[in-house]
Nanobody, 128 residues
Framework: QVQLVESGGGLVQAGGSLRLSCAAPGRTLGPFVMGWFRQAPGKEREFVAA????????VYGYSVKGRFTISKDNAKNTVYLQMSGLKPEDTAVYYC?????????????????????WGQGTQVTVSS
């Protein structure tokens, strides 16, 4: 079992930035493809971004591409989601997730069921 803990959420004005972090206390994230998803009230969980084991490959959801950046620091066992140009529609609970079956990014990493472990989420609220 892998426990994932997100942090860094909060309230920010439109156009602002936030950086989310995801760590696994006592575990290395090196063996995992990591992803970020988000869920707004009344909506389905949406793919945001994913990063390969080594951090060399990334993929983004269409609504955040060009504004968000996912990165992975295996030495610190932490995955980050740098969010810039935030919009009110980015308001959601953001979840990180880990897949221990893959090493590279595949098309199915946009799908929730690919991931084996999930964090509890961190709230991001963007005011207009």
């Amino acid at each position: 079992q892998v426990q994932l803990v997100e942090s860094g959420g909060g309230l920010v004005q439109a156009g602002g930035s936030l950086r989310l972090s995801c760590a696994a206390p006592g575990r290395t994230l090196g063996p995992f493809v990591m992803g970020w998803f988000r869920q707004a009230p009344g909506k389905e969980r949406e793919f945001v971004a994913a990063i390969s084991r080594g951090g060399g490959s990334t993929v983004y959801g269409y609504s955040v591409k060009g504004r968000f950046t996912i990165s992975k620091d295996n030495a610190k066992n932490t995955v980050y989601l740098q969010m810039s140009g935030l919009k009110p529609e980015d308001t959601a609970v953001y979840y990180c997730a880990a897949d221990d079956d893959s090493s590279n990014i595949e098309s199915w990493h946009r799908i929730q069921s690919t991931y084996d472990y999930w964090g509890q989420g961190t709230q991001v609220t963007v005011s207009s």
